[in-house]
């Protein structure tokens, strides 16, 4: 029985690592052969290959940068390519119970195998690709495929139980409406920036190739917008490089990248946009409201699930891109988790208390 195990979570973490690297590997060969090649030695879109197969599992790289070979480093990574990675591990690890029937006892050994595996190949591909320029970072590697795969195993083999209270289920429907108005406003910022935003691609001039290839990654750049967004609603703002910061109030920016998304930031200051904090704290009524109809736990535990699930979001969302000047792009983790729990907290605050001084006038005014 342990061998049938063995074999088949071998198989299906090798068959999950392949789901994503193969497409990779026939993106970067056709970038490669398009563009030409003064060596002609395939060993270089191999490479790239792996280097983008872990970027999508969020392994950030050490860089030497030419010509002065500066120490650098990126980890600004497509928080959209983390899909990849969990949709193979998820298909993977289905069809590992599948075939042992989605027996009890073979599920724990299912996982903790397809784990040593899978994170065994990560490490190996972040190993065996790194060059003296480029460095994938050895111990993001097996760690964050472990996260991934642990990620992609929840619900599978378990139990469903009917009418029972998720806190998961009330932070994932609170966070998945707050990021889809802030996906609208995003829109509609690109909208009013298209110009700004085909100059930026004009300035890349990525051909016809490297045009879908740069559709594509903005695509998978989008959710690091749309959290970017969120933390401008929200208030704290984000940067776009070393001691930059866009927000409602402050409009500290020198230069940008030559990114086509972010042609849609504000180009100056908008006190009013603050506002749009109390969508915030509506949620912590919601919160309020929905909980506690069970018990005051349930508030608790919605209420830091929903304040981790934010800061774990902001963190792949933000990083670095390359150089120093743009050592930190995106929203700050910890500026926006306390934004948030502060908001929240007004919401809670006033959704137990408004009830109660309302009931406690209508007892006035009937004497």
Known sequence: MFQRVLWVSLTQALRSVALVLLPTAFISLLAWATAGSSSGDTTDPMRVAA????GAHHVPFHLVLPPAGLPGLFSYLPLGALAFPLLAVRSGLLRAFDRCDFNPRSLRSIRILFVFFYSGSTALLA?????????????????NSVLIVLLASVGIGASRKKNLFSPTRTTIRLLAIA???????LGVSMFLHLKTIEDLTLVLQPGLLGGVLLFGLMILYIPNAVLATFAYLVGPGFAVGAHTLVSATTHRVLEIPALPLLGALPTGKHPLVLLSALMVVVGGMIMYSVTTLHNFTSLVKTYFFT???????????SGSLLTRSL????PSPWRVTAYVAVELSVG???AWTVPMLTG???DKIAR
């Not at 990021?179 to 406003?185: A, E, F, K, N, P």
């Not at 050592?327 to 995106?330: H, L």
């Open 127 to 143: 190993w065996a690709s790194a060059t003296h320029s480029v460095r994938p970072n050895l111990y993001f590697a097996p760690v």
């Open 360 to 362: 406690s006038l209508r």
């Open 348 to 350: 809670i605050f006033l």
């Open 179 to 185: 990021l889809g108005i802030s996906s609208v406003v």
């Open 307 to 317: 304040l981790v699930a934010v800061c774990v979001l902001t963190v792949l969302s």
């Open 327 to 330: 050592g930190s792009v995106g």
């Open 51 to 54: 280097w983008m197969w872990l």
